[in-house]
T-cell receptor, first 112, second 114 residues
Framework: ETGVTQSPTHLIKTRGQQVTLRCSSQSGHNTVSWYQQALGQGPQFIFQYYREEENGRGNFPPRFSGLQFPNYSSELNVNALELDDSALYLCASSRTQGPTQYFGPGTRLLVL | GENVEQHPSTLSVQEGDSAVIKCTYS??????FPWYKQELGKGPQLIIDIRSNVGEKKDQRIAVTLNKTAKHFSLHITETQPEDSAVYFCAARRRANTGNQFYFGTGTSLTVIP
C-alpha cells in the first residue's frame, strides 16, 4: 500500500506568480484535503475534494483553487502569490469522506 | 466557525513520566477529534482519534479522553520515551451542509529528556 505523495518537495516563486502543487492519494482513498501550515502554526484547512468536486472549504480566498482527477490525485493552484503564502502545503487523503486522514510530507513554498 | 485551542505550547518531561496535552473546541457540531504527531520536516502522523459518541480510547501508551459537555479533549502519553519528542496537534472535524471542515490547534512541542 503506497502512502500519500506530494510534488515538488520545495518551490521558490516570486510575488504575483502562480503555482501548482500535486498530490497522489494513498491507495484505496478517494477523498483529498489540502492544508496550509505556516511556520510554528497548526495546519489550516483549505478545502477537500471528493468525486472530483469540492466538498468543504476553509477560510481561503478564491485564488486558492483545486482539482481532483478520476484517479483521485489532486492539484492545488494558487494565483497571484503573496508573501504570506509562504508555508508548508500538506495534502491528506481518506476513504470516502471518512474522517481518518493520512498526510503526505508536504511541499514547502517560499514566495519572494 | 470552529475554534480549537491547545495547551500547553511547550512541554518538557523526564523520560518515563507522563505527558498531558489539552484542547478545547467551540462548535458542538464537531464530531471527530484526531491527534497528530509531527516530526521535523515531515507531515503530521495520526496517532489516535476519537469520535463524539465515545468518552475514552486507549492504544498502548497513548490515550485520548473527550468531554462533550465541556467541549474539551486531552491526549495522555504514559511512560514517555525520547522518540516521543515531537510537535503534537489536536484537531476537530465539523460536518456542514457544504462538506467537511477541519480545524487544528496551534501545537504542543513535547521534549522528553533522557
Amino acid at each position: 500500500e503506497t502512502g500519500v505523495t506530494q510534488s515538488p518537495t520545495h518551490l521558490i516563486k516570486t510575488r504575483g506568480q502562480q503555482v501548482t502543487l500535486r498530490c497522489s492519494s494513498q491507495s484505496g482513498h478517494n477523498t483529498v484535503s489540502w492544508y496550509q501550515q505556516a511556520l510554528g502554526q497548526g495546519p489550516q484547512f483549505i478545502f477537500q475534494y471528493y468525486r472530483e468536486e469540492e466538498n468543504g472549504r476553509g477560510n481561503f480566498p478564491p485564488r486558492f483553487s483545486g482539482l481532483q482527477f478520476p484517479n483521485y490525485s489532486s492539484e492545488l493552484n494558487v494565483n497571484a502569490l503573496e508573501l504570506d503564502d509562504s508555508a508548508l502545503y500538506l495534502c491528506a487523503s481518506s476513504r470516502t469522506q471518512g474522517p481518518t486522514q493520512y498526510f503526505g510530507p508536504g511541499t514547502r513554498l517560499l514566495v519572494l | 466557525g470552529e475554534n480549537v485551542e491547545q495547551h500547553p505550547s511547550t512541554l518538557s518531561v523526564q523520560e518515563g513520566d507522563s505527558a498531558v496535552i489539552k484542547c478545547t473546541y467551540s462548535d458542538s457540531a464537531s464530531n471527530y477529534f484526531p491527534w497528530y504527531k509531527q516530526e521535523l520536516g515531515k507531515g503530521p502522523q495520526l496517532i489516535i482519534d476519537i469520535r463524539s459518541n465515545v468518552g475514552e480510547k486507549k492504544d498502548q501508551r497513548i490515550a485520548v479522553t473527550l468531554n462533550k459537555t465541556a467541549k474539551h479533549f486531552s491526549l495522555h502519553i504514559t511512560e514517555t520515551q525520547p522518540e516521543d519528542s515531537a510537535v503534537y496537534f489536536c484537531a476537530a472535524r465539523r460536518r456542514a451542509n457544504t462538506g467537511n471542515q477541519f480545524y487544528f490547534g496551534t501545537g504542543t512541542s513535547l521534549t522528553v529528556i533522557p
